[in-house]
């Protein structure tokens, strides 16, 4: 299995996700692209701040892929994600799997954007139109 973990400030690129992912092997291709919303709860979003502990999101981004890759087949993982201040439109975070079928494939997936959000050291600050806050516990 191979694993491609991206953590930064620049802008991610889905196309790349997708060449990855890629294999002659591979019958079933899952990508989730998040992007941020113009609103939360009847809530005007302004912009979404991301703040991460880089060393330990990647090496916990890449034992995340290990453990994906043990409950299911697959042929390639890629995780990335974004820090800094994002807008509305733009995207924070993109996961893809590469497996023989697509229900592996989709269950990986969702795996892996469902773990993340709950385990990896990234802050996310929500900031609206008549106030902010840190989603999860802030550093």
């Keep these: 299995m191979e694993c491609q973990i991206y953590l930064s400030e620049q802008p991610l690129d ?4 997708f060449r990855f992912l890629q294999t002659p092997a591979s019958g079933g291709m899952v990508v989730f692209t ?6 939360f709860e009847n809530k005007k979003v302004i912009r979404l701040e991301f703040e991460a502990y880089q ?3 990647v090496k916990e981004m890449e034992r995340l892929a290990a453990i994906c890759a043990e409950k299911w087949p697959c ?13 509305v439109g733009e995207i924070p975070v993109i996961i893809g799997v590469s497996c023989t079928h ?3 494939a989709f269950a990986a997936c969702q795996f892996l954007i469902d ?7 990234i802050w996310k600050k929500e900031v609206f139109q008549d106030g902010s806050h840190w989603v999860s516990a802030h550093p």
């Design 55 to 57: 060393a330990m999101a």
């Design 102 to 104: 697509r229900r592996e």
């Design 14 to 17: 889905g196309n790349e996700v």
């Design 75 to 87: 042929h390639r993982i890629a995780i990335h994600h974004r820090t800094g201040v994002l807008q």
């Design 34 to 39: 998040g992007t941020v919303r113009d609103h």
């Design 115 to 121: 773990t993340l959000k709950e385990s990896i050291p």
